[in-house]
Antibody, heavy 119, light 110 residues
Framework: EVQLVESGGGLVKPGGSLRLSCAASGFTFSTYSMTWVRQAPGKGLEWVSS????????YYAHSVKGRFTVSRDNAKNSLYLQMNSLRAEDTAVYYCARKYISNYWFDPWGQGTLVTVSS | QSALTQPRSVSGSPGQSVTVSCTGT?????????VSWYQQHPGKAPKLMIY???KRPSGVPDRFSGSKSGNTASLTISGLQAEDEADYYC??????????FGGGTKLTAL
């Protein structure tokens, strides 16, 4: 069974940092691109970042560029999101999702991890 | 990149058909046949329901269908069932490896 499990969320002060992880299982992780999508409380979904299967290509939404860094470790079947200079507006549930290299949709998604930025 | 525009809510009685619209621009919805739709029940992760405008993943009931005309995509649910009550989000590729989502539509089964 394909499974994605996020972790690392929590409460952090404005200006602080947090590192999210996404553990993948049930598929050949190294052959898929991966994506982070977030959802602020009571709001819609927002694409955050994508990384290609071999980390060659990395893309960010304008709202997080320069503050967030996506990475992956194919040997550990894991995806990461390093979040620095956090702002209140970064408060959201962060989901990781799988994307096949030549496809334009995300499936499946993990259950998400909540990040709260507050003093 | 601005979010795609969806109605905040739609409703229908069991057995009826309901349609959720998703309006973008020629730079996203109108420019690519890469619209996908996601269903999200409260407290749950989004689930892929439609991809590439009108294709259904294995396991998704054929009551769900998608279409596109110009800069507007649509998700239609025929024969509405109680378990279809959820939030629905459209998503479009916007070029340069960027994706944009809609604001979400709350579907209520009356």
């Amino acid at each position: 069974e394909v499974q994605l499990v996020e972790s690392g969320g929590g409460l952090v002060k404005p200006g602080g940092s947090l590192r999210l992880s996404c553990a993948a299982s049930g598929f050949t992780f190294s052959t898929y691109s991966m994506t982070w999508v977030r959802q602020a409380p009571g709001k819609g979904l927002e694409w955050v970042s994508s990384i290609s299967s071999d980390s060659t290509y990395i893309y960010y939404a304008h709202s997080v560029k320069g503050r967030f860094t996506v990475s992956r470790d194919n040997a550990k079947n894991s995806l990461y999101l390093q979040m620095n200079s956090l702002r209140a507006e970064d408060t959201a549930v962060y989901y990781c999702a799988r994307k096949y290299i030549s496809n334009y949709w995300f499936d499946p998604w993990g259950q998400g991890t909540l990040v709260t930025v507050s003093s | 990149q601005s979010a795609l525009t969806q109605p905040r809510s739609v409703s229908g009685s069991p057995g009826q058909s309901v349609t959720v619209s998703c309006t973008g621009t020629s730079s996203d919805v109108g420019g690519y046949n890469y619209v996908s739709w996601y269903q999200q029940h409260p407290g749950k992760a989004p689930k892929l329901m439609i991809y590439d405008v009108s294709k259904r993943p294995s396991g998704v009931p054929d009551r769900f269908s998608g279409s596109k005309s110009g800069n507007t995509a649509s998700l239609t649910i025929s024969g509405l069932q109680a378990e279809d009550e959820a939030d629905y989000y459209c998503c479009s590729y916007a070029g340069s490896n960027i994706w944009v989502f809609g604001g979400g539509t709350k579907l209520t089964a009356l």
